[in-house]
């Protein structure tokens, strides 16, 4: 091959490849010289302070709000340490007394205090402990904690003890957790002292104003009452205010309030107090009716199961008497369970033979949207329209009722899907023909020894009502806001009525605040009767 001439040849190469390598050496020998004087270093403070092992430059280093839970999680920071020590410290301290060691319990519990007066203070000033402050007294927990176990406290006998004082705690937990919904019940049981008030005011009112008398007998006896090309809705309560944000909610999204007819019925207490506000406030000129169930003779212990058992001793003592037994569930007992007004939502018919269908709602709901075109709503025969709630498994009817019991197994699906009394339209007709009232009083007698269910009026509804219920669609009734922090804000804009089931009731201190406004809104505030006894 010709070589090719000297003017096409690839010029030659410099070799700088001995002073590139000579200088990547120096490199490599300054960084490993730096390496050891750091590591030296190190393994110095290390020696110096072998239990604190932490790096001090977070000390020097200025903290805005610190968060002390992530602090304490910190497994790099000293209140972390100092968290666990006195943890070990703490039950030192009980089997020290349990063992008559009277003097390492004091230093232990000296030590504990210091430790918690540290932690508070830090955690009041948003900044880490430091390394001098945490110093004395990781040493000090540290030499006593030695002591305790030179003591000859060893873990077979720390397990044994903490064990018995685990059991101790459980027991009392438990106590505590029946005792806090005791304490839970009777607050969701007792009327606030403003409701209180506004119902002794209005009390006077009906005693002292006739004309109040006069102008209630006017209205008892008015056509509209009867008229079945009105809409009608029932509430049974003895909670004024709560039926006033009822009334109020529903006349104030209607198209047409004048054509709205709302049936109460109250018991002799509230009675005089109802008709006073009812009869002295306009709500969009909608017709209201206020009966006392006492005045309903036919619902007497020859008729009702109900009304028979309130006069039973049995049932006199396990609803109204103190019961020292543990047991029982507080919810079990509660009176409401067995109250006429609570179960006259059976006897619908009875009370309005002429009507042909109402919309019945509880005194615990809150009307949003328009609700006349629910008496348009075809129930395909069946006598109740109410929203299912089985998206859970345990609101299905085992849930509810017995089924171990062959009287429920044999007649009744122990998946059929259960339902929500709140929201009700009950086609009368429908009711009377399929005789639900009667079926409702044979469950009622099959339950005297609550062998069927425990409480309330859903399960026996839900045997009454089986296979006459129509499912509506789930946004004219959403529950929960009595007992549900977490409800979609989405589900409660589009909802018809919100209820507020569960010991959360909007009138009272332990309503949920995230809620509290939806039903405020509703009260009439300018009521001077309202003003005196909300402010007094």
């Known amino acids: 091959m010709r070589r090719r001439p000297a003017d096409y040849r690839r010029p030659v190469r410099k070799r700088y490849s001995c002073w590139i390598w000579s200088l990547l050496g120096l490199i490599s020998i300054a960084g490993f010289l730096l390496f050891v004087v750091h590591h030296n270093q190190t393994h110095e403070d290390r020696v110096e302070h072998p239990i604190l092992d932490k790096n001090e430059v977070n000390d020097r280093v200025a903290h805005e709000r610190l968060n002390y839970t992530e602090e304490l999680l910190n497994v790099n920071s000293y209140a972390r340490q100092l968290a666990e020590q006195m943890t070990l410290a703490k039950a030192y301290v009980i089997i020290a007394k349990e063992h008559n060691n009277l003097h390492l319990a004091w230093e232990l519990s000296s030590k504990i205090r210091s430790c918690q007066l540290l932690l508070s203070k830090a955690a009041m000033r948003e900044e880490p402990i430091t390394l001098n402050e945490a110093e004395p007294i990781i040493k000090g927990l540290s030499s006593l904690i030695i002591k305790a176990q030179e003591a000859h406290y060893d873990i077979a006998t720390t397990i044994i003890t903490m064990k018995s004082h685990i059991q101790a705690l459980e027991e009392r937990a438990s106590a505590a957790t029946v005792q806090s919904t005791v304490f839970g019940q009777l607050a969701a049981e007792a009327l606030p002292k403003n409701l209180h008030c506004l119902h002794v005011k209005l009390t006077a009112d009906w005693i002292e104003n006739k004309s109040l008398k006069e102008l209630a007998n006017e209205k008892r006896n008015s056509p509209r009452l009867l008229d079945n090309n009105l809409y009608h809705f029932c509430v049974f309560s003895d909670n004024l205010v709560a039926v006033s944000v009822v009334i109020n909610s529903t006349v104030s999204n209607a198209d047409h309030p004048k054509q709205l007819v709302f049936h109460i019925v109250t018991n002799g207490v509230n009675y005089g107090a109802m008709q006073a506000w009812f009869l002295s406030n306009d709500f969009k000129g909608s017709t209201i009716e206020v009966q006392n169930i006492e005045d309903f003779t036919w619902l007497n ?160 509804g839900l045997l009454a009502f089986y296979g006459l219920t129509e499912p509506l669609d789930r946004r004219w009734h959403v529950l929960g806001l009595g007992y549900d922090l977490n409800i979609d804000n989405r589900l409660i804009e589009t909802a018809a009525v919100i209820h507020f089931n569960g010991n959360m009731k909007p009138w009272l201190k332990l309503a949920f605040g995230r809620y509290k406004p939806l039903w405020e809104r509703y009260v009439n505030e300018s009521h001077p009767y309202l003003q005196y006894c909300f402010t007094s």
């Open 301 to 460: 212990a020859s008729y009702s199961p109900i009304a028979k058992q309130l006069l039973e001793k049995v049932s006199q003592a396990y609803y109204f008497e103190e019961s020292l037994d543990m047991k029982i569930e507080p919810k079990f007992r509660n009176p409401k369970h067995i109250s006429l007004l609570n179960h006259l939502r059976f006897y619908i018919p009875e009370i309005y033979p002429q009507l042909e269908k109402v919309v019945f709602l509880d005194d615990d709901v809150v009307v949003q949207k328009e609700l006349t075109s629910l008496f348009s709503l075809d129930l395909h025969g069946n006598v109740n329209g109410a929203v299912e709630t089985c998206l859970e498994a345990f609101h299905r009817y085992y849930k509810y009722l017995n089924f171990s019991n062959p009287i429920i197994s044999s007649k009744f699906d122990p998946q059929a899907c259960g339902w929500a009394f709140g929201v009700n339209v009950f086609d009368l007709i429908a009711w009377r023909k399929a005789n639900v009232t009667d079926r409702y009083h044979y469950w009622q007698l099959q339950n005297v020894d609550r062998s069927l269910w425990k409480l309330g009026t859903l399960p026996p």
